[in-house]
């Protein structure tokens, strides 16, 4: 039995094609998943650009998330026809990946999908939306509610943006969307943003300390943003940082942490725990709904996949991409 792949060689040379690859070939594991939704993320489009070393075997078929339904499994926890997703877990990395009519995982790896999502909407939301709900329950645990005052999300535009807003609009927060494309402003308040605020205003070195402005924030960008991010952020707030599209660099003072209090968030969606991954799909589920994501999203079939990343590494892209396997 063959299936198609999205296969991202590097001999001679680097090359991203869809190709027709034995399903016996697949990596070993408990779920063997027929895949018919997957997307594409910032890494997904470093990887298929070959912009950055994100892949670590090779040759790789690439995706960090799957979607679909369970074709065969070995493990009681699963059964054929239950509707799945799966996030990370170095797949399209270290592991072949989801952009893949197949897909087996080990059965530790699948979120069974909560009601009334089916492998599109998982697709629709993908890592990054499941990402933009780790933060959202961060700043929660944290204590944050929609009284405490406006949040900030930057790369609003981007999948975990988007959802970001749409996640905490959705809860009665107050979100100020930050991007650098003025002409989706409406776009953002559609989402649920009320104010829409240009990215340059975050990107250049700023004070240690500055106008008390968010309750908190969801940061996608990392660097000079994040940055300024929390030297705007309330006494006893919280940040959520999630990204590095600006940069890997964190150029901030210890002052907002040790005078204001603020609590900085490191999240990382490719190795949460199952319970964390169930609680964010669970909150996307309570939420939003499938009429909610249809705004948000473009539809491109597997052989479209490089094109539509190139054009994402050029910031030409607003929500999300679904690939249809099919």
């Known amino acids: ?38 997307t594409l993320n910032y890494k997904d489009a470093l990887a298929l650009c070959n912009r950055s070393p994100v892949v670590r075997i090779w040759p790789m078929v690439a995706g960090i998330d ?40 080990p059965a530790a790896w699948p979120v069974r999908l909560p009601s009334p999502f ?25 204590g944050l509610t929609p009284e405490d005052g406006p949040v900030l999300v930057t790369g609003a535009t981007g ?12 809860a009665g927060y107050p979100v100020v969307a930050v991007t650098g494309k003025r002409d989706d402003a409406d776009y953002l308040r559609g989402l649920g943003a009320i104010e829409v605020r240009d990215r340059t205003e975050f990107t250049a070195a700023g004070k240690p300390l ?46 907002p942490f040790i005078l204001r209090g603020i609590a900085l968030y490191g999240i990382d969606s490719v ?25 948000i999203v473009q539809k491109i ?3 479209e996949a490089p094109t539509a990343a190139a054009h994402m590494l050029a910031g030409q892209v607003k929500g999300r991409y679904v690939v249809d396997l099919a």
Not at 79 to 90: L, Q, S
Not at 159 to 167: F, I, K, P
Not at 278 to 294: E, F, I, M, V
């Open 118 to 142: 089916g492998p599109f909407e998982a697709a629709a939301l993908g890592t990054a939306g499941y990402t933009a709900a780790l933060c959202v329950l961060a700043l929660e645990r944290h």
């Open 159 to 170: 999948g975990v943006g988007s959802v970001a807003t749409m996640l905490l609009a959705r």
């Open 66 to 105: 799957a979607a679909g339904t369970v074709e065969a499994s070995d493990h009681p926890d699963f059964r054929p026809g239950d509707a799945v997703t799966v996030n990370g877990w170095g797949m399209g990395e270290t592991r072949w990946g989801g952009l893949s009519q197949r897909v087996r995982v």
């Open 301 to 303: 079939g597997l052989e």
């Open 210 to 255: 500055q106008k008390e402005r968010y309750a908190g924030a969801v940061d996608a960008l990392g660097s000079h943003a994040l940055a300024n991010v929390c030297a705007q952020v309330r006494r006893n707030g919280a940040v959520a940082a999630c990204g590095l599209a600006m940069g890997m660099d964190f150029p901030a003072s210890v002052a």
């Open 271 to 295: 190795y949460a725990t199952q319970a964390r991954r169930q609680a964010a799909w669970t909150l996307l589920a309570q939420r939003l709904s499938p009429a909610d994501l249809a705004g």
């Open 1 to 38: 039995m063959t299936h198609r792949a999205l296969m991202l060689r590097n001999t001679p040379e680097f090359t991203a094609d869809v190709e027709e690859i034995e399903t016996s070939g697949l990596p070993e594991g408990e779920v063997l998943i027929r895949a018919s939704h997957s």
